[in-house]
């Protein structure tokens, strides 16, 4: 049995890892197992109705996305929704559209049960059984779903009585530490593991969901859960420094942004100063905003930019894990700031990606039902000879700058991956830019939003690497992460 190495923003993810891991389950497993309690142990942060993507690659198989975004409801869709516009204190200031009406389709159950299927060893049930029974009596608040209520999140989870009831003492959010517990949260993941994510798209447990939201105002149809598909897409790859980048292509932009920063980086005279960070940072965003948010062929937009840029290409939860034979797995999932709705008798905490208006630019009005929302997510998997990197991160639009930031300590100054993520990071802003203590840039004073100590703003990058068979793991200590080596 390979040796595995693990890597999540809590202790609980490291530990469903291991578990699966020691009971025989491969990478892939280890993976799928790590992602889908991710999702639940973080409320606000993420949820267990979420989108996003895994990267795969492992020996022997060509590599591939597997993309479970959220997708836009409404097929067959009759009447009005229901949303409010909430502005929280998160991010120094951040405004989100909530309730039923936000909720995209998820595509985290479909998305995990293929991989499962496709690069699995230990049957599904068995993966969603270890996550059932870690959930079954709760699990403590994490600093980072607490930082993130008491930015603004409180005002989201606070309507629904099902949401209150799990995330506040009185009129307090749970303390860090203290248990948090979702009814029917367990029940609902033994069905999705015991009749597979088709009880979930085609099955009873969708009418019900459905049934229930659409009393309340949600767009969400039972036409959406069954026509929703998962897609395996080619990774976009491109040649940075002597490594092999493969990340998430199009119709995604996270993957092209990181690249685009990268290879400026690399490419730039003094790789590893600040200031050639927040340059081609710049740069990168630019080109997302200015040419690739609202082209009708974002691919072949993205290409045009690589390829201007001078790279070859051979052809919001993160959790990494790796084995000692090579094979990487590096997901990211999101439910966006969270829709603050649980359908009754699920224990599953909604999305509100329709409301995420950063990923709207052009509002919802113009999305057409069953088209994939736009995201920033990139988990990604470097190579150069025998060596390999898996990395994901959580952070919106600061994805790009924490990986970029990231792969460029790993393969341009040679850190290792835990001084690599641990290093001080920077990000754009629309006057200025952000940064961490450690960060010299050349910007006006009253431009610059120092915060002061390392902060989740900044993302949350977890890690994992291969070297000839030895293989390591790092989570960032901005969201409190953890890791597992599994023998």
Known sequence: MPRIAVAGASPLIARAGEIVGESGGSVADVAVAATLIAICVEPGVCGPAAGGFLTVDLPGNDPVVVDGYMAVPGLDFEG??????????????TRTIVGPGSIAVPGVFAALHDVSRRFGTAPWAQVVGVVADLVD????????????????????????????????????VVPVGETLYFDDLADTLRLIGDEGAAVFYQGDLGRRIVEDLADRGSMLTRRDLAEYE?????????EVAGWSLRTNPPPAVGGAAVALALGSIAAAPDPLDANTWLSSLRQAFEARVNDMEHADDRELVIRRLLTEAGLRSPSTISVSAIDDEGGAVAATFSAGYGSGIIPAGTGLLMNNGMGEVELNPGGSELQRPGERLMSNMAPSVMRSGKRAVAVASPGADRITTALTITLARLALA???????????????????AATEPGIEIDEPPESIRAYPAPNMYFGGVVGTTWDDGAIDAHADSRRGGAIAFIE
């Open 137 to 172: 009596e709760g699990f403590p608040m994490t600093r980072s779903a607490y930082d993130y209520m008491v930015e603004g999140g409180d005002e989201i989870y606070w309507a629904d009585p099902e949401t209150r009831r799990a995330m506040f003492v009185g009129e307090k």
């Open 414 to 432: 040679g850190d290792d991956i835990s001084r690599a993520i641990e290093h001080p990071r920077l990000h754009p802003r629309p006057t200025g």
């Open 80 to 93: 009005e929704s229901v949303t409010r516009v909430v502005e929280m204190a998160y991010g120094g200031g």
């Open 230 to 238: 998962v897609i395996l897409r080619e990774p976009l790859s491109v």
